[in-house]
C-alpha cells in the first residue's frame, strides 16, 4: 500500500510540474477590467443593499502597459495615428443599455475602443469589429460612434495605463482613461 501511495505522489509530482511547465510567463501588460457602477462586481457580493441589479451600466476590458521611464504620448503612442487604448488585444466595451457619451448615443451592445489621441484633444472611437489584436485591422467603416474630447494634463503619473469610472449624481457617471501624465474624461448618461 505505502509503494502505491510513493508511486501515486510521484506521478502527482510529475504530472504538476509537467503542466506548470507548459504556461508562459506573466504578460507585461496584464489585462483589467473597469465597471459602471466603479463597485458593481464588489458590491454586488459585500454590499448587497446597494441594490445594482441584475447587471451593470458598462464594462471595459482592457490591458494595462506600463510606462517604464518611456515617452508614452508622440512616442509609443503616435500623434494622430489610430491606437488601441492600451495593450495586446483591442479594448472593448460592453454596454448593458443605451447610454449617452458626450451627449451621443451609444446602443446596447459590444464594442472595440480606439482613440486618435493629439496634443490638446483626443478622438474616442467605439467600433462594431470585435476580436481582434491591436489596432492593426481597424476598420473605419465599423465605426459607431466617434467623440472628442479635451486633454487633461496631471502632476501626478499614471504609471499602468488606466481606464475608471466615477459615479456622479443619479444616471451620470465620468469615464476616466489616463496614462502617463494625460488623460481625458468622457461624460456618461444613462
Given amino acids: 500500500m505505502k509503494q502505491i501511495i510513493a508511486v501515486f505522489a510521484l506521478f502527482s509530482l510529475i504530472s504538476i ?13 496584464p489585462l483589467d ?17 446597494r441594490n445594482l441589479g441584475e447587471s451593470p451600466i458598462l464594462k471595459v476590458d482592457y490591458s494595462r502597459p506600463q510606462k517604464n521611464n518611456r515617452e508614452v504620448f508622440g512616442g ?8 488601441r487604448l492600451g495593450a495586446n488585444e483591442a479594448t472593448e466595451i460592453k454596454v448593458y443599455k443605451d447610454i449617452k457619451i458626450e451627449g451621443e448615443l451609444l446602443k ?9 489621441p493629439t496634443q490638446d484633444y ?12 491591436g489596432h492593426y485591422s481597424y476598420n473605419k467603416d465599423h465605426n459607431v460612434l466617434r ?14 495605463f488606466s481606464i475608471q469610472f466615477e459615479d456622479l449624481e ?16 468622457l461624460p456618461v448618461s444613462y
Fill in 17 to 29: 510540474n509537467a503542466v506548470a511547465q507548459e504556461f508562459r510567463g506573466l504578460d507585461k501588460s
Fill in 33 to 49: 477590467r473597469a465597471y459602471l457602477p466603479y463597485n458593481f462586481a464588489h458590491d454586488r457580493k459585500f454590499a448587497p443593499e
Fill in 76 to 83: 509609443m503612442v503616435k500623434y494622430n495615428e489610430i491606437w
Fill in 108 to 116: 446596447k451592445g459590444t464594442y472595440s475602443m480606439f482613440a486618435i
Fill in 122 to 133: 483626443w478622438t474616442i472611437i467605439f467600433s462594431s469589429d470585435l476580436d481582434y489584436w
Fill in 147 to 160: 467623440v472628442e474630447t479635451p486633454v487633461i494634463h496631471s502632476k501626478k503619473l499614471v504609471e499602468e
Fill in 170 to 185: 443619479e444616471g451620470k457617471a465620468v469615464m476616466y482613461i489616463a496614462w502617463d501624465i494625460i488623460g481625458v474624461e
